[in-house]
């Protein structure tokens, strides 16, 4: 039989075929470029299952040796490279076989709708008490935030520490504006910087930067950005995986800044999803699946505060499978770890589940692409950009991820669809019920009738 390094190998193998498929059929389509959807979809099943592997298998494989002891070795890692190529091929056929949509929304083509301003103005505010007061922005200190296997328990709601995600969106939309493109400059810019500090916020920052990329790339019409901004955009990047989760003044005054990095880069989360992708179908084929039960009571009853709705527990865990992964090898490992949306559609259902969900996302985003597209609305074009921005998270973590994602920066952008859809002109509504009595018009005076002749 092959060896664990021959296993890996076919992985490698399979990966750069499949993926070389994609490629050229995003070419052929026209579809790889900076603002498509599948370019970035392309480009995260790069990084996360043929770069990011091979950087770790050749620099310190430890991560993915020790899970594929305890995980069955070879057929373990055959039977992953299998799932993942199925799932990615799956994903790629319905998103070249969907159609772009182009709703409008009844939003107008560059005026902002009556209202639209007071919604900017919240959304802003929300996201700078939230950066403020539960992410340690400027130096400030935090609200302390009981959490209590992934809840939020005591006072403080879920919403006033994500409320960071709505700044998004009006910055994009500002800077798509041409009057108002210097003050969603600067707000980006303050931002930003109240992110560096945040040691559990990385994600968001890199994806503000490349929806940066993104909006020039939109404003002049181009199919790429400028090069030196694709370059400074990698820099970033690196940058803020190589800190770890730990804030940026503590990573810089460390002295370790070379060292941490290449810790983080061989070892970081980022770097272990194949290893922990490993790991979690083991388990699932061990003990069970949730058949995407608690995804589904997450996606109705997540955005309801906890603080006045406790009883949504409750019930999440009434329906919700029990799966205790507490006695098999190996399950510790996998705390904090990250197996992409294809490890988590295995847990709905092993490989029918990564069939359907792959190809429900590949029918999904290709629809998304129109948002995209010259000549939309920019309230449109502002929200495609922040979900499209956020791609390349999503696909490396979990559906709940995306849903939250989704929900967070449509808030705003349904503010705005909102204004677009309340009467222009106020509506008099008179006080009283009796209805108002209409003056009668004058009547003609009638024409004298001719005198009747005798003939």
Request: aromatic share 14%.
């Amino acid at each position: 039989m092959f060896s664990i390094a021959q296993g890996f190998l076919i992985h490698c193998l399979a990966m750069a075929v499949l993926l070389w498929y994609a490629w050229i059929n995003l070419q052929r389509r026209g579809l790889f470029h900076w603002l498509s959807f599948g370019f970035w979809s392309w480009a995260a099943f790069t990084l996360y299952f043929f770069i990011t592997p091979i950087i770790q298998y050749f620099g310190d494989p430890f991560y993915l040796e020790t899970r594929l002891e305890v995980t069955e070795g070879l057929p373990r890692l055959l039977w992953v490279t299998f799932c993942v190529a199925v799932g990615i091929l799956v994903y790629f056929i319905a998103y070249f076989r969907s159609t772009p949509s182009r709703p409008s929304f009844g939003l107008p083509q560059e005026e902002w709708p009556r209202g639209t301003r007071w919604v900017l103005l919240l959304a802003m505010a929300g996201a700078i008490y939230s950066l403020i007061y539960y992410r340690g922005a400027f130096g400030f200190e935090i609200i302390p935030i009981d959490i209590v296997r992934g809840k939020y328990e005591g006072e403080v709601m879920g919403y006033q520490r994500v409320m960071h995600y709505f700044a998004n969106f009006p910055i994009v939309l500002l800077i798509l504006h041409r009057s108002t493109r210097w003050l969603g400059l600067v707000l980006a810019g303050i931002i930003l910087v109240a992110r560096f500090e945040d040691a559990w916020d990385r994600f968001t920052a890199v994806s503000l930067v490349l929806a940066m990329t993104m909006i020039v790339a939109v404003i002049r019409q181009r199919r790429w950005p400028h090069p030196l901004l694709v370059g400074g955009l990698v820099v970033f990047t690196l940058l803020m995986h190589a800190r770890g989760h730990v804030p940026l003044s503590d990573f810089i005054a460390s002295g370790r800044m070379i060292t941490t990095s290449k810790q983080e880069v061989k070892r970081g989360e980022g770097a272990n999803m194949l290893a922990s992708l490993y790991l979690k179908t083991y388990l699932h084929d061990h003990e069970g699946y949730n058949y995407g039960i608690p995804f589904i009571t997450k996606l109705v009853l997540g955005p309801l505060p906890r603080k006045y709705f406790p009883w949504k527990d409750r019930l999440m865990e009434q329906f919700s499978p029990r799966l205790d992964f507490d006695d098999i090898p190996g399950s510790k490992m996998m705390y904090g770890a990250k197996t992409s949306v294809i490890g988590d559609l295995y847990g709905f259902g092993n490989i029918l589940a990564v069939i359907l969900g792959m190809a429900l996302l590949g029918i999904f985003s290709r629809k998304l692409d129109g948002f995209l597209e010259p000549r939309r609305p920019q309230a449109i074009q502002a929200i495609g950009i922040c979900w499209l921005s956020s791609l390349w998270m999503m696909l490396g973590s979990s559906l709940s991820w995306i849903a939250i994602t989704f929900y967070l920066n449509a808030v705003p952008f349904v503010g705005v669809v909102i204004c677009a859809w309340l009467p222009k002109h106020p509506i008099d509504i008179p006080l009283s019920r009796k209805r108002p009595s209409v003056p009668k018009s004058p009547s003609k005076p009638r024409m004298p009738h001719a005198p009747r002749r005798d003939v």
